[in-house]
C-alpha cells in the first residue's frame, strides 16, 4: 500500500501543481472583464500576436541556458533535450506560481534524480543557477540602471528619485563578485564535500543569458504595447528592468501587481491607461500562463510514463 502511494506521489504533485497555477489564473483575472480582455486582444495585429508568442519561445529556450551553464560548471553530461524539458518546466512552474526556490527546486530534483544525476550535484545545480541568476540581473540592471536616466516611482518608497544609485549598488557587489571569482582558488568545503567557485568566464557567460532573456520578455510585452510611436524600445527595455527587478526582490509570484504598477507608472501619460493595461494582460497571457500550460501538460505526461515504466 505504502508502495503504491510512493509511486502515485509524482503524478499528485504534478496535479497539485496544477491545481495552483489554475487557482493563480483564476484570481488574476477574476478582477478584468473577460470580454474586455478580448475586446482589446481583438486590437492587437495578428503579425504582432504572433511575433509575442516567438518571442516568448525564444525566451524560455535562452532560460534553460542557465541549466546548460550549470552542467557546464559541474563537468557533468546529459542529454541536451532532457535538460531543456527540465529547465523549462522549472522556469515556467516558477515563473507564474512563484516560490521558485521550492518549485523549480521539486522538478529538477525530480527528472534529474531519474536521469541519474546526485542528489548533491543537483542541490550545486540548483544553488548555481539561483546564484548566476542574481549575477545577471544585478549586472544587466546595473548597467540599464547607469546608462538610462530613469526616475524611480514613489511606490517603491526609496530614498532617492533616479535608478542611478541603484545601478552603482548593483554593479559593486557584481564587480565584488568576480573578484573573489578570480582570487579564489580554493574550493568551499562543506561537510566532506568540495565545492568550486563559479569561474569568471561562466560568470559571464550567465549576465549575457540574463541579457538575452529579459531582452526578449521585454520584446513580448513592447509588441503587445501601443509604444512604437512614443518609446523607443531600448528606453523601454529600461523601464521593464526597472519593474522587473521591483518585482523580484517582492517575491511575489511573476513580480504580480508591482510589476504592473511600475510599467504604468514609468510610461507617458499620453499613453492610455486601458491600452496599458490591456497589453500587460495580453503579456501575462502570453508570456506566463501559455508556456506554464504547455508545461503541466509535459509535466503530467512524463509522470505518467515514468509511472507505466517502475
Known amino acids: 500500500m505504502v508502495r503504491r502511494l510512493l509511486k502515485g ?50 525566451g524560455y529556450v535562452t532560460m534553460t541556458g542557465y541549466d546548460f551553464l550549470g552542467f557546464r560548471y559541474l563537468s557533468q553530461y546529459l542529454k541536451p533535450s532532457q535538460i531543456m524539458l527540465t529547465a523549462f518546466i522549472s522556469y515556467a512552474l516558477g515563473n507564474t506560481i512563484g516560490f521558485t526556490a521550492f518549485s523549480g527546486t521539486a522538478i529538477r ?18 544553488i548555481f543557477t539561483h546564484l548566476t541568476f542574481w549575477v545577471g540581473l544585478l549586472g544587466v540592471s546595473g548597467v540599464v540602471f547607469l546608462v538610462e536616466p530613469l526616475s524611480l516611482p514613489s511606490i517603491l518608497k526609496l530614498p532617492f528619485k533616479s535608478a542611478h544609485p541603484i545601478g552603482l549598488v548593483f554593479l559593486s557587489l557584481v564587480s565584488l563578485y568576480f573578484i573573489i571569482s578570480v582570487f579564489r582558488k580554493n574550493p568551499l568545503k562543506i561537510g566532506s564535500k568540495l565545492i568550486d567557485f563559479p569561474s569568471p568566464k561562466i560568470s559571464l557567460a550567465s549576465i549575457c543569458i540574463a541579457a538575452m532573456d529579459w531582452g526578449l520578455a521585454s520584446g513580448v510585452l513592447y509588441l503587445l504595447l501601443p509604444l512604437s510611436k512614443t518609446v523607443s524600445f531600448p528606453g523601454f527595455f529600461g523601464i521593464y528592468i526597472l519593474g522587473l527587478t521591483a518585482g523580484l526582490i517582492s517575491n511575489v509570484p511573476g513580480g504580480l501587481g508591482i510589476f504592473e504598477t511600475v510599467i504604468l507608472l514609468s510610461l507617458p501619460a499620453t499613453i492610455s491607461e486601458g491600452d496599458i493595461l490591456g497589453g500587460l494582460i495580453a503579456y501575462r497571457a502570453i508570456y506566463y500562463f501559455l508556456p506554464l500550460m504547455l508545461a503541466m501538460g509535459l509535466l503530467i505526461i512524463k509522470e505518467i510514463q515514468n509511472h507505466r515504466r517502475v
Open 109 to 126: 530534483y525530480r527528472f534529474y534524480r531519474l536521469w541519474g544525476i546526485s542528489s548533491f550535484q543537483i542541490a550545486q545545480l540548483i
Open 9 to 58: 506521489l509524482p503524478i499528485a504533485l504534478a496535479l497539485l501543481f496544477l491545481i495552483v497555477s489554475i487557482n493563480i489564473i483564476i484570481n488574476e483575472f477574476k478582477e478584468y472583464n473577460i470580454s474586455d480582455i478580448l475586446d482589446y486582444l481583438s486590437t492587437i495585429s495578428y503579425g504582432r500576436k504572433i511575433g509575442a508568442i516567438t518571442l516568448t519561445s525564444l
